[in-house]
Nanobody, 116 residues
């Protein structure tokens, strides 16, 4: 059974930082591209960042220079370090494991709220 479990969300003030974690099980982690998505209220889910097993990384323009994605293949973990947070970063953040069409898995999401 595949499980992706996110943690690390919460309430943070503007300008603050959070680190999200995603623990994967039930998959050969190194075979998957790991991605972070987010969905704000009344908005479509958007790709925030992804990292391949070999370490290729890409970010959405809105988070470049502020967010850092990383992975630990030995621990089956992927992380999202989020700095300089602002209110537009408020969303539910989802971990996603992608290998191919039909071979993609989602976590349950973790809420990030940026507010003073």
């Amino acid at each position: 059974q595949v499980q992706l479990v996110e943690s690390g969300g919460g309430l943070v003030q503007p300008g603050g930082s959070l680190r999200l974690s995603c623990a994967a099980s039930g998959i050969i982690f190194s075979n998957y591209v790991m991605r972070w998505y987010r969905q704000a209220p009344e908005k479509q889910r958007e790709l925030v960042a992804f990292i391949t097993s070999s370490g290729t990384i890409n970010y959405a323009d809105s988070v470049k220079g502020r967010f850092t994605i990383s992975r630990d293949n030995a621990k089956n973990m992927v992380y999202l370090q989020m700095d300089s947070l602002n209110s537009e970063d408020t969303a539910v953040y989802y971990c996603n494991a992608y290998r191919a069409v039909g071979r993609t898995y989602w976590g349950q999401g973790t809420q990030v709220t940026v507010s003073s």
